[in-house]
């Protein structure tokens, strides 16, 4: 599988993105998809996962509420969608792969995209 990850942007204070990760190949509707995010001088944090079919999903506390996961299968396709951001959220963005839900171990993605910059000014 190889993921391609897009989206992002320069936003203000309280704005909204939505980043894209597309996937190629087949089976994509048997992996659990994950987005992380890295900011300069920081491991990759957990953001968001959802399921084989998209009937559940887990965010991270600092994002609950304001952040949005989805996918569509028909397409090979997962979206988060970015609302009310704050500069702390300023990081690039990367979309994974892997099987078993356990979300927030990223130790166990197989794949990853390239990541997506965003960036939040204040």
């Known amino acids: 599988v190889q993921l391609q990850a897009s989206g992002g942007g320069l936003v203000q204070t309280g704005g909204s993105l939505r980043l894209s990760c597309g996937a190629s190949g087949r089976l994509f509707d048997t992996y659990v998809m994950g987005w992380f995010r890295q900011a300069p001088g920081k491991e990759r944090e957990f953001v968001s996962g959802?399921?084989?079919?998209?009937?559940?999903?887990e965010y991270a506390d600092s994002v609950k509420g304001r952040f949005t996961i989805s996918r569509d299968n028909n397409h090979n396709m997962v979206y988060l969608q970015l609302d009310s951001l704050k500069p702390e959220d300023t990081a690039r963005y990367y979309c994974?792969?892997?099987?078993?839900?356990?979300?927030?171990?990223?130790?166990?993605?197989?794949?990853w995209g390239q990541g997506t910059q965003v960036t939040v000014s204040s």
């Open positions: 994974g792969a892997r099987i078993a839900w356990r979300p927030r171990t990223i130790e166990e993605y197989y794949y």
């Open positions: 959802i399921d084989e079919s998209g009937g559940r999903v």
